[in-house]
């Protein structure tokens, strides 16, 4: 039964020789290609080692080639160099052999012109020698006709030499005269008007160091009497401050001393004068020896006395129409002097406050009225006006100047106000006439 169901599978066809052949040719083509792949493959290797030497060769040479480009450049670089410095030297050269024969052309020039020179000043010179020698014959002629006129002059000098004499012996009289009406008043105390010169006006104002847009304030009088002391009561100082006038029991002041105000809004400055006694100069001279005719306000300082160099700088101050005020100083003091003639004991515990008072007030107008009325005998005797005297201490003036409330004031408060108002008063003067003369102008 098997046999008879199954089925037989078809039997492959036999290949032809032409198959055969074919395919024996594919084997052969197909070895023959792998052959010709791998000689291929052998070639490409080559190639590539070939190509890999040849780009190293390449790039040895391009090596090589920037080598020498470079060396190249390196040496072209050191010809250029040397070609500017070989034109640089030839230019120098060059220069130098123009400089040359610039400087031989001026030089030759010069002495060219020298020489023309030279010929012009010999033709002057022959032409003045003509000249002088003309001059000469004419000069000599002048002086001959000179010498007779100095003859003439000579005889009219003669007449008025001694028309001179008469007139020189009558001006010695009159001289003589003089000096014997001047020593006549000297022995009756009658003292002589000095004017100063132009000259030394300037040179007073230059001692100073005068200023015209300064009000300057002399404080003069008699060695002692506290001038110093109240400069710096002026100031705003005490005796002990720096910057502050020298003080002493002695006169301390022999050269005119200048003090400025502390105060730069205060145009005023301040001179300490010597005092009279401590120099060699008779009392009307005291005035003009200290140049107090330049200040543009006096103030004449007394202690215990007013006396005549007082009177004296007073009078010259009237005929400089130079302002004046007359103060009495250590009024403090002068009052406690009293005070202890009325037998006031300063040690004397049981003595009330109210006494004290009462003393220090009697004491104190006795002092005021004795010092008025002595000023004013002082001034009647002199022929002159009667003037206010201001009575100061120095420790209530430097209050006043402080702005503060001294309790023992006199007349510290009148004398700050009077000097400082002559001082606006003159300022405003002065700046009138600079306007009018500008105005004028």
Known sequence: ??????????????????DIKARQDAEAAAAQARKDAEAARAQIAELIQANHASQQKAMETQQAALQAAA?????????????????????EARILAEAAAHAAGEEAKQRAAEAEEERKRTVA??????????????????????????KRKATAAQEAAKASKKVAEEEVKVANAAKEEAERKLKEGIQPVVTPTPEQVSAAKRKVQYREDLFHFAVAGVAGGGKSSLINAFRGLRNKDIGSAATGVTETTLAMARYASPNAEYPYVWYDIPGAGTLKIPDWQYFNAQGLY????????????FTMTDI?????????????????????????????????DSDDDEESEDQKKKLYQTARQQFIQQTRQSVKDNLENANMPDQRVYIVSNEPMLGVVKEKRPKKVIDEIELLNDLIGEAQTRRARRDAEVATIMKDK
């Open 312 to 344: 004296a700088i007073l009078t010259n101050c009237r005929r400089f129409k130079i302002p004046t005020y007359i103060v009495r100083s250590k009024a403090d003091q002068h009052i406690r002097n009293i005070m202890k003639d009325m037998g006031y």
């Open 294 to 305: 330049v200040f543009d306000c006096i103030i004449v300082l007394f202690d215990n006395r």
């Open 125 to 150: 010179i022959q032409e003045q020698a003509k000249k002088d020698a003309q001059a000469a014959q004419e000069q000599a002629k002048k002086l001959q006709e000179a010498a007779n006129e100095e």
């Open 1 to 18: 039964m098997g046999g008879r169901f199954s089925r037989s599978r078809p039997e492959a066809p036999s290949p032809s020789l032409a």
């Open 71 to 91: 060396a190249s450049q390196e040496q072209a670089h050191k010809e250029m160099m040397a070609m500017v410095q070989a034109e640089r030297a030839a230019n």
